[in-house]
């Protein structure tokens, strides 16, 4: 049974740091690209950072410089480290799972919250 279950959302003041991580189970994980997406409610959940196997990066604009994406082979786990948030960073982080359109899977998410 596939699961990515995310942990690590807070309610942090602006400017303030988080981690959060993405445990995967089910799957080879080494075979999947790991991304971070995040949602904002009555926004589309939108593409904030990614990791192929081999540890190739992308970051979204609002993410470079900031933000880090990185994976642990040996704990089959994926992490974004977040630096100097902002406010409009607050959403719902979800992680992501893919090898194909066709096979990918999603976590249930993690709220992270930036105000003072």
């Known amino acids: 049974q596939v699961q990515l279950v995310e942990s690590g959302g807070d309610l942090v003041q602006p400017g303030g740091s988080l981690t959060l991580s993405c445990a995967a189970s089910g799957f080879i994980f080494s075979n999947y690209i790991m991304s971070w997406y995040r949602q904002s409610p009555g926004s589309a959940r939108d593409l904030v950072a990614a990791i192929g196997p081999e540890g190739v990066t992308n970051y979204a604009n609002s993410a470079l410089g900031r933000f880090t994406i990185s994976r642990d082979e040996a704990k089959n786990t994926a992490y974004l480290q977040m630096n100097n948030l902002k406010p409009e960073d607050t959403a719902k982080y979800y992680c992501?799972?893919?090898?194909?359109?066709?096979?990918?899977?999603w976590g249930q998410g993690t709220q992270v919250t930036v105000s003072s």
């Open positions: 992501k799972a893919a090898r194909s359109p066709a096979d990918q899977y």
